[in-house]
């Protein structure tokens, strides 16, 4: 299926890079990791769609992983 001449697995790339690129504009740590999260989970979705891209997959399943830790685990530093 394909919008606007674009395929579907493209949009999600797409869109996948914008979350990425948009959560290095923010200015609060804390909402950096989770734009930059949610451009992580549509990366994962979209090696998925590429019949299991495992770099991109294994790649950003750990960058999310980081996020968490720093988001859930660790203490929060003074921003």
Known sequence: MDILGISVTEWV???ASAAVLTSFLMKK???LRIVNTLGC???VFYGVLLDFSWP????NV???CINFYYLF???PASE
């Open 41 to 43: 989970a549509l990366f």
């Open 62 to 64: 750990t960058i999310m």
């Open 73 to 75: 685990i660790a203490k």
């Open 29 to 31: 740590m804390r909402t």
């Open 56 to 59: 991109i997959i294994i790649t």
């Open 13 to 15: 790339g797409y869109l």
